[in-house]
């Protein structure tokens, strides 16, 4: 049959560039425009040319947390791509099971970002907080206010809690998908458990773990309102990631010119590994 | 209708305006050579045209960083004929 070639498309697609245009192009743009020049507001602008972006990479201030970012993201796709993909593996098939684990599993996606802080700032505290208070009737030094590691713990624990059952929908969900003609071919050959999961699931769930993992790395690098909730970016500045310090120094310090360039360098940054990870992600794909 | 709050400046707007003309070059090479003309080059991936033009765009703008920030911000043209001399690389062996 010979296809047929109209510009009609076009039109359908039109929406979603007006949308996309007045989403995130033109706010780039004026983040771009801020970014060269200094403001007191009243609308006033200074040419300050690339001084911002000469501030903000020659300052210990943007690495230090450029590499607490890294480090929690490292941690966390470390810890929930595999647990989500156990999780997943372990969850029934079939029966009644199926839609109680499902709900079980959303529940924690639910729950706005701001409360999750909450719950578990006050889940923490060792006054009234029930982890908080067992973990010192236990014995064990626990503060996430004053301790820079509690609160670490405490910032990837939450995450976990949070964001894992985002890799289990995925990874079940390219679970389901394969047919149960792998299987019984796989029972027939006599392969084992790891076989099975080496050579039919894991293929197969590469395309959700794909996205799993770059919605968990973007995620997690561009997170905000958990760790400003729970812990405001401190003790000191321990918890105080590229997001944290950019509010601080857009709304706390009214320094609009630095807060842009570093807005434009942390949007680079994503970029850039995102799509290194895209990429090694589907050329592994396309090579099996 | 006023823009004044999106704090225009020339130099800004030229940079705007050469990214929209590459865009709209591109969308005349493709009318012209439709395909995207895939390939596989030193970095062992098929990369089309555009792929091509954003790992310029996004390498360019490592490169300005990396001179900003080691550099000072001192001769910054030389940053941007390093970054074309870069994205001519791109197009012809990526």
């Known amino acids: ?288 | 209708m006023n823009f004044s709050w999106m704090a225009w400046t020339l130099p800004t707007a030229l940079f705007f305006i050469t990214i929209a003309l590459l865009l709209v070059g591109m969308g005349i090479w493709e009318y012209v050579s439709p395909g995207g003309n895939p390939r596989i080059g030193i970095l062992r991936f098929e990369t089309t045209r555009g792929d091509r033009l954003f790992v310029s765009l996004l390498g360019s703008a490592f490169i300005h960083l990396a001179w900003l920030g080691f550099g000072g911000g001192q001769h910054l043209w030389w940053a941007l004929a390093l970054s074309v001399v870069y994205a001519v690389g791109v197009f012809r062996y990526v």
């Open chain 1, 1 to 288: 049959m010979e296809k047929t070639w109209n510009n009609k498309a076009w039109f359908m697609v039109l929406p979603v560039l007006v949308l996309v245009a007045f989403s995130a192009v033109i706010p780039l743009m004026t983040v771009v425009n801020y970014s060269v020049q200094d403001t007191f507001g009243n609308n006033e602008f200074f040419w300050a040319g690339t001084d911002w972006y000469v501030e903000v990479l020659t300052s210990d201030r943007f690495w230090d947390a450029l590499t607490r970012n890294l480090i929690f993201s490292a941690i966390i796709l470390a810890i929930e791509i595999p647990l989500g993909i156990i999780i997943a593996l372990n969850m029934p098939k079939k029966g009644l099971g199926v839609p109680v684990c499902l709900v079980l599993m959303a529940l924690p996606l639910l729950i706005p970002w701001n409360v999750v802080g909450t719950i578990w700032q006050v889940f923490g505290r060792v006054d009234i907080g029930l982890l908080g208070h067992t973990l010192e009737a236990l014995g064990i030094n626990y503060n996430y206010v004053q301790n820079p590691i509690d609160a670490w713990v405490t910032l990837i624990v939450m995450d976990v809690w949070h964001w894992t059952s985002l890799v289990v929908l995925l990874c079940y969900a390219g679970l389901v998908s394969i047919p149960d003609a792998y299987y019984q071919a796989a029972k027939i050959d006599g392969a084992s458990r790891w076989s099975v999961f080496r050579y039919i699931q894991l293929p197969k769930m590469k395309r959700v773990l794909l996205i799993a993992f770059l919605l968990r790395f973007m995620d997690s690098f561009m997170i905000y309102t958990e760790p400003f909730v729970v812990t405001g970016g401190g003790p000191g500045n321990s918890t105080t990631f590229l997001s944290i310090d950019l509010v601080k120094m857009a709304i706390g310090q009214f320094d609009l010119g630095p807060a842009a360039a570093l807005s434009i360098i942390y949007f680079l940054i994503v970029l850039l590994l995102s799509w290194i990870f895209y990429t090694v992600m589907t050329t592994s794909d396309a090579q099996s």
